[in-house]
């Protein structure tokens, strides 16, 4: 068993920093020793940022540090595939983001490659490791709900969307952005694939660009049947300006549980002129922050003690299957039946 585990993070944005910074001191026997962006200057700053040394613009650099035992790929989705690749060829071991890549096809490549090389493939589903989630599901696996009839799951962000995420075919639509969390959560909590689906969405907050970008929506609800009979409901949504608000109802024969905050803090004002405040959640950085700390743990202990990752390539491939059908629903208002 090796002692520590050495890993360079691929990609110093916002949710890449949050793995750097957990590896820069939160999980045990992982160590952040490298970082590799495009951008030189951002890569040198993440470096500082994060006391280490080792900084690159080119992944393949990265591939010929023999002291990286793990990569952290967390950049742009359509170079995931490409950089998955060749790390399991070099025998470095994976954390990718998601979502996963661009297509089914590239996920079997990774898959492929990981088995053939022999190295971990985990995709970051963090929300799996958030506590409540997982007092949910053993909550669930013993019957104190009965039989779960359906999972509802919802994502909405506060942020305008970004000029590339207009393009359905470069970002795959909040379906793919927001909603692979929600997709993810959904076949987790009911143990089963989705059998059938039907989605809806609309331009209502970004009406400015519909012009330019016809097909893009930012609000979306889909409709799923599961193949052991449970149903679903994935919602998704860009631009709310309220909050960051992330919730889950899990609707049984005998009962309900339902996961999720809205409210970032505990205090709540009241005034003299009846006015009631209370801060509402800023962003998924905040909320889900000790389940990226767990997520990053469990892939390393998977490398020093040989265990199945708990986030599969397989989980990864199913969100990117489940995105794509379900804009393909979207456009062409149909029922997509994947049995």
């Not at 900084?55 to 989705?77: L, R």
């Not at 020093?304 to 491939?317: F, I, L, M, S, Y």
């Amino acid at each position: 068993m090796k002692e520590e585990i050495k890993v360079c993070l691929i990609g110093a944005g916002r949710a890449g920093m949050i793995h750097g910074h957990n590896f820069a001191g939160k999980v045990p026997n992982g160590r952040i020793v490298a970082v590799c962006d495009p951008v030189g200057e951002t890569a040198k700053k993440a470096a500082k940022e994060l006391g280490i040394s080792f900084h690159y613009k080119d992944y393949q650099k990265v591939m010929e540090n023999s002291e990286i035992d793990a990569v952290i790929i967390a950049c742009p989705t359509k170079y995931h595939k490409e950089i998955a690749v060749a790390a399991a060829k070099a025998g470095k071991h994976i954390f990718c983001e998601k979502p996963m890549a661009m297509n089914e096809n590239e996920c079997d490549e990774m898959i492929a490659a990981a088995k053939k090389y022999h190295v971990k493939l985990q995709i970051g589903f963090m929300r799996r490791f958030d506590e409540s989630f997982q007092e949910a599901k053993e909550w669930i696996e013993a019957g104190e709900i009965g039989e779960v009839v359906s999972v509802r799951s919802h994502t909405r962000g506060p942020s305008k969307p970004k000029e590339w995420m207009y393009d359905i075919s470069v970002s795959n639509g909040p379906l793919g952005e927001v909603c692979s969390h929600d997709i993810d959560t959904v076949r987790w909590f009911t143990g089963s694939e989705i059998s059938s689906l039907y989605a809806v969405g609309g331009n209502y907050r970004n009406r400015e660009i519909a012009e330019k970008y016809p097909d893009f929506y930012d609000n979306v609800i889909m409709s799923v049947e599961f193949e052991n009979g449970m149903q679903g409901i994935v919602e998704g949504a860009q631009y709310v300006q309220y909050g960051y608000d992330a919730r889950v109802e899990i609707l049984g024969t005998e009962g309900i549980i339902c996961l999720g905050d809205i409210h970032e803090k505990k205090i709540m004002t009241c005034t003299k002129h009846r006015d009631l405040k209370r801060p509402t959640m800023r962003s998924w950085t905040y909320l889900f922050r000790d389940a990226y700390v767990a997520e990053d743990t469990a892939f390393v202990r998977a490398i020093r003690e040989n265990e199945p990752v708990q986030a599969t390539g397989h989980d990864g491939k199913m969100a990117v299957r489940i995105v794509k059908l379900g804009n393909e629903s979207l456009k062409e208002k149909k029922i997509i039946r994947l049995r």
